[in-house]
């Protein structure tokens, strides 16, 4: 994998002109772009940016947050607190993404999309409001584990890190994760799934692939 320097400044404007050129793949209205990334990379900073440089654009954006995704806590630690393979398999509601966010989007959604599902601090249901999305506008879904669920994303964003730096960037008390992220490398190879790959070991000089041609 070939990887150049750029700035997340310049990153984000290539991002943004590219998604301007982009069509829905499948005959959508609306667009779907995905950050993957274990939550050590930080992928919410790159599509919040990246919202914002679309709407200097004046295309209309939606952010959402897989962690508003979460099963309830007696789901997530039906087999402990730190159990690596529920977190790789159990702990996001990827049915509910699929009903909730990407059901909306689809050629004859209703562009209605829930932004969240579940405050994993109450362990409640958010009752957040459905948000329309207009024709025209842009989805951007940030989490870990997003590739291989067969989401119908129009780009793929992958923050990559090194085993050492994802290592370094995990707070102590996350580091039980690591395991998951190993094994989704091994099943999913993010790398070579992802339309962009952004190296973000050290997260002021991130590295990428460019846009796919």
Do not use: C
Not at 25 to 33: H, I, K, N, Q, T
Not at 131 to 160: A, K, N, R, S, Y
């Amino acid at each position: 994998m070939r990887l150049e320097a750029i700035t997340w400044e310049r990153l984000t404007d290539a991002l943004a002109d590219r998604l301007l050129k982009t069509e829905p793949r499948d005959g959508a209205s609306r667009l779907r772009v995905g950050f993957d990334g274990a939550p050590a990379a930080g992928t919410g900073r790159p599509a919040a940016a990246l919202a914002e440089a679309l709407a200097l654009r004046g295309r209309p954006t939606l952010v959402v947050d897989t962690e508003g995704f979460l099963r309830p806590a007696s789901l997530r630690f039906e087999y402990g607190r730190e159990d690596p393979d529920a977190y790789y398999g159990g702990w996001y509601d990827t049915g509910a993404l699929w009903r909730e966010v990407f059901g909306p989007l689809d050629p004859d959604g209703s562009g209605r999309v829930l932004p969240d599902l579940w405050d994993p601090a109450t362990d409640r249901a958010t009752r957040s409001e459905p948000v329309e999305l207009p024709p025209g506008g842009v989805l951007l879904l940030h989490g870990p584990l997003l590739l291989g669920q067969w989401f119908p994303f129009d780009l793929t964003v992958h923050l990559d890190l090194s085993p050492a730096a994802l290592h370094r960037l995990t707070p102590p008390e996350q580091r039980w994760t690591l395991p998951a992220f190993e094994r989704y490398g091994a099943d999913t190879d993010p790398r070579a799934a992802a339309d962009v790959v952004v190296r973000a070991d050290r997260p002021d000089h991130p590295a990428w692939t460019g846009l796919p041609d």
